[in-house]
């Protein structure tokens, strides 16, 4: 991956230390990573939008405002895979199971595989 940023819906209290949030619409907070030159650069972490019926599309809408280049999850339904490939951010799957670090390391290394529409949730 060239510069970019990278979300990574989190675990509370955020940061690279902690688990990757089993739910894009579900997490506690967003792990924002800035990469340069295929480094970590700069590490922000922002709460979570309240998840509503609907409302999904509002956290897409505010991490693309914020120059969000790609997304790792969990997990994501229908409606939020689709308005991030239309918003031209790129989402990855992610281990549940990682830390956020690993997470975004697995991108680096272009070992992370894209998240599809077969693999979305289903009911949203």
């Known amino acids: 991956m060239e510069a970019g940023m990278i979300a ?3 675990i ?3 940061g690279l230390d902690v688990g990757v949030s089993p739910h894009f619409g579900q997490c ?8 340069g030159c295929s480094h ?11 998840h509503q019926h609907g409302g999904c599309l509002e956290p897409v809408r505010m991490l693309d405002d914020m120059k969000v280049t790609a997304i ?4 994501i339904g229908m409606r939020p895979l689709i308005g991030f490939n239309s918003a031209g951010i790129t989402v990855y799957q992610a281990s ?4 956020v670090l690993d997470a975004v390391l697995s ?7 894209e998240f599809t529409p077969a693999c979305a949730c ?3």
């Open 40 to 50: 970590i650069e700069n590490v922000t972490i922002i709460p979570s939008l309240p």
């Open 8 to 10: 990574v819906p989190s």
């Open 28 to 35: 506690d907070v967003y792990t924002l990573i800035e990469i």
């Open 96 to 99: 549940t199971r990682l830390s």
């Open 12 to 14: 509370f209290p955020g």
């Open 122 to 124: 289903g009911g949203h």
């Open 107 to 113: 991108v680096l290394e272009g070992t992370a595989k």
């Open 72 to 75: 790792l999850v969990g997990g």
